[in-house]
C-alpha cells in the first residue's frame, strides 16, 4: 500500500463527508443562483411555492396551478403528496422559493452515504470506498436532478438508498421501515417502495 493510498483508507470516512458536504454547499448555491437569475420556472418551483404557502397560511395543499388548471382545488388531487405537509414547518421558517431548493438538496446530496456503507462491508478500504461517492456526484443526472428546481421525486432518492442498503445488510425491519416514506411523496412511489419491502420479506 503506498502513502497515497493509506492516507485514503485512514480518512475515508472523513473524505466521503467532505464530498458530501462540498456537493450540498456547492449545488445548493448554484440553484438559488439559478433562481435568483431567473432561471427557474413555474413548472415546477411556482407551483410547490404555492402548494407550500397554502399550506402554512391556513389552507392545506390548495393551488390554482397544478395540471394548468386555474381554478382552487387541492394538490392532493392532483398527485397524493402529504409528505409536504411534514415539511411545510421548515417552509414557514423561511417562506420563499429559496427554502424548497435547499429542502430538494438535502434530499439528493446524502444519498451516496448508503451506498459508501455498503462499499465498507463489501470492498476494501480507501479508493474503492470514496469511488462510490465520487460516481455518484459525477453521474449527470444526479446534477440534473438537484438543479431542476424542486420536486417530490427527489424526496424519494435518500429513503430507497437506505432501503437498499438495509436490504442487502441487514434485511427485515430496517428495510421495510425505509419504504413508507415514499409513499408520502407521489402517488406511483408505493410500486418502488413495495418491492422493496417485498424482497426484504423474502
Same mark, same amino acid.
Request: hydrophobic residues 50%; proline residues 9%; neutral net charge.
Given at each position: 500500500?503506498?502513502? @497515497?493510498?493509506?492516507?485514503?483508507?485512514?480518512?475515508?470516512?472523513?473524505?466521503?463527508?467532505?464530498?458530501?458536504?462540498?456537493?450540498? *454547499? $456547492?449545488?445548493?448555491?448554484?440553484?438559488? %443562483?439559478?433562481?435568483? /437569475?431567473?432561471? /427557474?420556472?413555474?413548472?415546477?418551483? =411556482?407551483?410547490?411555492?404555492? $402548494?407550500?404557502?397554502?399550506?402554512?397560511?391556513?389552507?392545506?395543499?390548495?393551488?390554482? +396551478?397544478?395540471? =394548468?388548471?386555474?381554478?382552487?382545488?387541492?394538490?392532493?388531487?392532483?398527485?397524493?403528496? !402529504?409528505?409536504?405537509?411534514?415539511? =411545510?414547518?421548515?417552509?414557514? =421558517?423561511? #417562506?420563499?422559493?429559496?427554502?424548497?431548493?435547499?429542502?430538494?438538496?438535502?434530499?439528493? &446530496?446524502?444519498?451516496?452515504?448508503?451506498?459508501? %456503507?455498503?462499499?465498507?462491508?463489501?470492498? *476494501?478500504?480507501?479508493?474503492?470506498?470514496? &469511488?462510490?461517492?465520487? $460516481?455518484?456526484?459525477?453521474?449527470?443526472?444526479?446534477?440534473? +436532478?438537484? @438543479?431542476?428546481?424542486?420536486?417530490?421525486? &427527489?424526496?424519494?432518492?435518500?429513503? @430507497?438508498?437506505?432501503?437498499?442498503?438495509?436490504?442487502?445488510?441487514?434485511?427485515?425491519? !430496517?428495510?421495510?421501515?425505509?419504504?413508507?416514506?415514499?409513499?408520502?411523496?407521489?402517488?406511483?412511489? #408505493?410500486?418502488?417502495?413495495?418491492?422493496?419491502?417485498? $424482497?426484504?420479506?423474502?
Amino acid at each position: 500500500m503506498n502513502r @497515497l493510498e493509506g492516507f485514503l483508507a485512514r480518512r475515508e470516512t472523513v473524505l466521503g463527508g467532505g464530498l458530501i458536504a462540498l456537493y450540498l *454547499a $456547492v449545488y445548493t448555491t448554484l440553484a438559488i %443562483l439559478r433562481h435568483r /437569475s431567473f432561471h /427557474s420556472f413555474g413548472f415546477d418551483l =411556482a407551483l410547490f411555492d404555492q $402548494v407550500f404557502w397554502n399550506t402554512v397560511n391556513g389552507r392545506p395543499f390548495e393551488s390554482s +396551478i397544478s395540471l =394548468a388548471d386555474p381554478r382552487l382545488h387541492s394538490y392532493l388531487g392532483d398527485h397524493f403528496s !402529504p409528505v409536504y405537509g411534514l415539511l =411545510a414547518p421548515l417552509y414557514a =421558517a423561511y #417562506p420563499h422559493p429559496e427554502t424548497l431548493i435547499v429542502i430538494h438538496t438535502f434530499f439528493v &446530496a446524502p444519498a451516496p452515504l448508503p451506498f459508501y %456503507l455498503l462499499a465498507r462491508e463489501k470492498l *476494501a478500504p480507501g479508493l474503492p470506498r470514496l &469511488a462510490w461517492v465520487a $460516481v455518484y456526484f459525477l453521474f449527470l443526472p444526479v446534477a440534473f +436532478i438537484t @438543479l431542476v428546481d424542486f420536486h417530490d421525486v &427527489a424526496l424519494s432518492v435518500l429513503p @430507497l438508498a437506505l432501503a437498499l442498503y438495509f436490504l442487502e445488510i441487514v434485511r427485515h425491519p !430496517p428495510c421495510l421501515s425505509c419504504p413508507p416514506f415514499p409513499f408520502l411523496s407521489r402517488g406511483w412511489h #408505493p410500486l418502488l417502495g413495495t418491492a422493496l419491502g417485498t $424482497v426484504g420479506v423474502w
